[in-house]
């Protein structure tokens, strides 16, 4: 689905769920930004700049179960390897740590909200190519933005939608989401093949003592 359809499947959507203003928000004097920012679900916390770091998303509480998951898998792997030789010890320590903080990293930090963006409402209006009104923010958006329906929000480049994260993938979390999905397969291949290798060697272990 190219651009102009998506954004004319979400005009189809807003008529469905009877979103009848589309009066624009009221912008501020410097005409920069809308005088009350639409945040939809999303919580923003720790301000920069005027723009939020950290946005925490509507699905938040599977966030919390799929890390007490992630940390819980971890931290067995690194009790059971503790007597194991230190390279293997403290890289099943590394690897651990890494897949959780890598899922903390593109859980917390902002995806691309739009809505904080400098609204150029007037001058952009006739160029409807470059921009496209977003019935549900009540603003003027970049072309590369999207609607999401989970969040309730427009998202740069918007990606998809992770309820596991919590909230969106888009322009400000999309490498760090590749970057968990790597560090998850190095993870799961790393403890997969050791797991294997030790089941082997206790089963080489027993038949020799038979
Ligand atoms: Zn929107
Ligand atoms: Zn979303």
């Known amino acids: 689905m190219n651009q102009k359809e998506r ?13 009848s203003s589309t009066e624009p928000l009221e912008l501020d004097d410097q005409y920069t930004k809308p005088k009350s920012i639409f945040w939809g679900k999303c919580h923003p916390m720790i301000f920069r700049k005027g723009k939020p770091t950290i946005v925490i998303g509507p699905h938040w509480p599977l966030f919390i179960c799929a890390f007490l998951l992630f940390f819980f898998i971890g931290g067995l792997f690194i009790i059971i ?3 194991e030789n ?40 006739d160029n409807s190519q470059k921009t496209w009104y977003c019935k549900v923010c009540k603003l003027i958006q970049a072309k590369e933005t999207q609607h999401c329906l989970d969040c309730d929000i427009c998202i ?37 093949v050791l797991t294997l ?10 038949q020799k003592q038979q």
């Not at 979400?10 to 769920?17: R, V």
């Not at 890494?98 to 990293?105: L, T």
């Not at 290798?197 to 027993?206: R, V």
Request: proline content about 3%; hydrophobic content about 35%.
């Open 197 to 206: 290798l030790k089941i082997k060697e206790q089963e080489s272990k027993m």
């Open 81 to 83: 390897r503790f007597n």
């Open 86 to 125: 230190p390279l293997i010890f403290y890289t099943t320590i590394l690897v651990g740590i890494n897949q959780c903080v890598s899922y903390i990293i593109v859980s917390l930090i902002n995806p691309g909200v739009a809505n904080v963006e400098r609204n150029d409402n007037e001058k952009n209006q």
């Open 7 to 19: 954004h004319q499947k979400e005009d189809e959507d807003d008529s469905a769920l009877n979103i």
């Open 156 to 192: 740069y480049e918007f990606d998809h939608h992770c309820p596991w994260t919590g909230k969106c993938i888009g322009k400000g979390n999309i490498k760090q989401f590749y970057y968990f999905i790597l560090s998850t397969i190095v993870f799961i291949i790393f403890n997969l």
